[in-house]
């Protein structure tokens, strides 16, 4: 009795207090706790907003916008908005036309257009800006002329102005987004009706260029896989030390600069280099063969930049099959072969997954091994976002090649996962 | 202290991480390097710190517009003056990514070659040629000309050429017979740059392509390639280390490299003492003595000696068959040639 009284009042206070207040207790404590988490994660959080996320939505946005036109030539393009691009024009898109480009002659708005419009009608830029040059318009007594007066004066300045194409690039591009970009990373265009066309034959190049990244990426893949199952086998089977002291052969060239990797490669395979040298002084060839510049070298440097990330996963997956499987089998009455094949190979799926995987989105991005190794056949969907960058200035364009190859390294993720899954079922 | 998380720490670090190192009273010239910037570093930039005190410091880039528009429109200029290419002063203009000058007050036109005064935003430097160049140790007659340079059963071997529409299109309408005066006529028309094309066809697999303006003459020296397109001052820099290499003028395309001041720079004042101290007769006779591009002052060209005047593109004998690029027509052009290029390569 006595203890259950003295228990009983011990728990008084605990059985009085406001259920309430603890609730509130208890939040306050969770609400803490989870701020205290979020401020953990904060900074990497921070981070990947800062520099992976934002700049993708950017990459994305850059890709479909097309300001230029609609932000200098708000008034033409107003008015060139009821024209069917077919019929004369209408004289009001003249006079709309001199005090846009009266404008953007005051803002120096007029060399983004004048670009704009280039990319799409050769000639447009000095037509653009001899044409702002010349504004405003102005008759004698410094009023701004008539629509018809406008249409004879802007004529007068440039008889291009008299023809449709120039008017009609203008009405197309009128909207601030449009798809141009990406269609032309598709090798398709939109002709003066918006009606979707195939890109002229002598200009259709990007198809190519992404059927070239994926075939060489996954011929590079197959030749790591090739390379780094048996060796990562081996390594697998060795006792924990020696295995160890040989990773660190796999890990030094993987921890090098690629760049040092490539450079070396060029002074290995090139025509009076080592390889071709011991070659020919084994007698095997009589002349230098052509290792680098070509593809050839590509592959032979980045199957060796690459290796690394084959056989990492590949080894670690390994490490984790146990050896009496294979034994049990071959004790059963298995052929050691078969035994290899249906029984040690499938528990090593996911580690080829992931080798694979990473292997291939890996190289569908290389850029600096294709540029110094490779000839102009063997340039990827990189080195063509690196020429509009760095040369045309034609960001848009590299903005929508950039999104179309994130859009294929996400499928084939996608595709991955599936598999992936289904593969984790079967182990 | 322990309060100051690192949710807190993070935007000062990456405060830190973007904000470039700016300091004053410093010129940041940027050039191409090479055998020319070791001429410009001669000529120019040790004569301007010795008389001025002012330290100038040289950086490098191979023409990429892009990142004098992505400093100019961040608003982080670090470049004071930039050496350009003629064919990009327009476009850099235009985009307004370069300052207009204001040299009237120091630079008399008359003083000068016409075409180096001829933009509000840039000021000449030099001329340049792109010539055809070769090794007279493996070729045993000398070429005379583009026709040449396509005939691969009389010079059999490979040709170095520089990656770009810009200068082998021209060359090509050469090889094919236009006359030097017609060939931008020719190219002006859909039909003149099919048939630019279609000879660049005939010698494409004995192309070897170079993009930075070092490596023809390496090219050639090595053995690698017989002839090459190539800069002529980077054929004069291998002639003086002793390498026994040729140039043919007939057929070259000469145009004019630009001082320019990129928008927002911080030391404009600077920027354009240098570019008037660059363009005096006695700085510009060093440095047309260091490497041969021409000066565009009229009063260095009278300083200097026949041999050197020799070697120069701007020389009567040289200027004679050649070509000067056309940078109306590469400005409106450029892009639609270059990138019909750039599939033509690929392919």
Known sequence: ?427 | MKRLTPALLSPLFLGLLFSGAASAAELTLVNFGGANGNAQKVAYVEPFQKSTGTKVVTAEFNGELAKLKAMVETKKVSWDVVEIDGGDLTRACDDGLIEKLDLAKTIKKDDYIPEATVSECGMGAFVWSTVLAYNADKLKTAPTGWADFWDTKKYPGKRGMKKSAQYNLEFALMADGVPTKDVYKVLATKEGVDRAFKKLDQLKPNIQWWDAGALPAQFLASGDVVMANAYNGRIDAAQREGKNLKVVWAGSVYTLDYWVIPKGSPNKALAEKFINFVSQPENQKVYANNIAYGPVNKGALKMLDAKTLGNLPTSPANAKDAVQLSLQFWTDHGEELEQRFAAWIAK
Request: hydrophobic share 50%; proline share 6%; with cysteine.
């Open chain 1, 1 to 427: 009795m006595t203890t259950i009284a003295t228990r009983s009042a011990a728990a008084m206070p605990l059985a009085e207090p406001d259920p309430q207040q603890l609730k509130r207790e208890l939040r306050a404590a969770q609400t803490r706790k989870r701020l205290g988490a979020l401020a953990l994660i904060a900074p990497l959080a921070i981070f990947l907003l800062l520099t992976f996320v934002a700049p993708i939505v950017a990459l994305l946005q850059r890709a479909i916008e097309n300001p230029e036109v609609a932000a200098t030539l708000p008034q033409t393009v107003a008015v060139l908005s009821k024209w069917d691009r077919k019929s004369a024009l209408p004289d009001q898109a003249f006079s709309a036309l001199a005090e846009d480009l009266a404008r953007a002659k005051e803002d120096t708005t007029a060399g983004n257009l004048a670009r704009r419009l280039n990319i799409e009608l050769s000639g447009s830029r000095s037509l653009v800006m001899g044409t702002a040059r010349a504004m405003p318009l102005r008759d004698a007594d410094g009023k701004a002329l008539s629509p018809a007066a406008a249409r004879e004066a802007i004529i007068a300045l440039n008889a291009q102005w008299g023809q449709p194409d120039v008017w009609r690039v203008i009405a197309q591009n009128g909207s601030v987004y449009s798809p141009y970009y990406l269609l032309a990373s598709l090798d398709l265009r939109q002709n003066v009706f918006g009606d979707i066309e195939a890109a002229a034959p002598e200009s259709a190049i990007y198809r190519t260029i992404f059927g070239r990244t994926l075939w060489m990426s996954a011929v590079v893949t197959l030749i790591t896989l090739l390379l780094a199952y048996p060796l990562a086998y081996w390594l697998s089977t060795m006792p924990e030390r020696r295995a160890n002291l040989l990773m660190i052969l796999v890990l030094i060239p993987f921890w090098t600069s690629i760049l040092v990797r490539v450079a070396a490669w060029i002074v290995l395979l090139q025509s009076e280099g080592l390889v071709n040298k011991a070659l020919m002084l084994a007698g095997l060839t009589q002349s230098p063969l052509e290792l680098v510049f070509n593809r050839v070298g590509v592959y032979i440097s980045m199957t060796h930049i690459l290796l690394p990330f084959m056989i990492l996963p590949l080894y670690s997956v390994m490490k984790s099959v146990p050896p009496t499987y294979l034994k049990a089998a071959v004790s059963l009455g298995s052929h050691p072969f078969a035994a290899f094949w249906r029984v040690y190979v499938p528990q090593t799926y996911p580690g080829i997954g992931a080798g694979v995987l990473l292997v291939f989105i890996m190289a569908g991005g290389y850029y600096i091994t294709p540029a110094l190794l490779g000839g102009p056949n063997e340039q990827m969907v990189s080195y063509f976002i690196a020429y509009f960058i760095n040369t045309t200035i034609n960001w848009g364009m590299a903005c929508a090649l950039g999104a179309l190859l994130l859009a294929a390294t996400l499928v084939l993720y996608g595709v991955y996962r599936r598999f992936a899954k289904v593969d984790v079922g079967i182990s």
